[in-house]
């Protein structure tokens, strides 16, 4: 089973910059898709971005253009680095893994792996 650890949250001002990290303990082919997400106070959990094996990339509206996932060269962990910042982007940010085809969907559902969290405040 896939273990995962994120860092890199914080509290940061709008505008800023956070670059998360998330290391698998192990890479399978059932966890092939990483994904982002993120759940801000009293809303639901939503898909932020995915990357597959051979690192293709999808991203939620909202982030698209200031949110980059990426994966290191041995695919063992993956980033997200958040530019320009914005208080609506406060929320407790989660990666996650899953089967390659969950990256065409970033539905919660489809990821079977949760870390615990990293919790990205920004402020005005």
């Known amino acids: 089973q896939v273990h995962l650890a994120e860092s890199g949250g914080g509290s940061v001002q709008a505008g800023g910059s956070l670059r998360l990290s998330c290391t698998r303990s192990?890479?399978?082919?059932?966890?092939?898709?990483m994904g982002w997400f993120r759940q801000p106070p009293g809303k639901e959990r939503e898909g932020v971005a995915a990357?597959?094996?051979?690192?293709?990339?999808s991203y939620a509206d909202s982030v698209k253009g200031r949110f980059t996932i990426s994966s290191d060269n041995a695919k063992t962990t993956v980033y997200l680095q958040m530019n320009n910042l914005k208080p609506e982007d406060t929320a407790l940010y989660y990666c996650?893994?899953?089967?390659?085809?969950?990256?065409?969907?970033?539905?919660?559902?489809?990821?079977?792996?949760w870390g615990q969290g990293t919790q990205v405040t920004v402020s005005a």
């Open positions: 192990e890479y399978t082919f059932s966890s092939r898709c």
């Open positions: 990357i597959d094996t051979n690192r293709l990339t």
């Open positions: 996650a893994a899953g089967p390659n085809w969950a990256c065409y969907y970033r539905d919660y559902v489809n990821f079977h792996t």
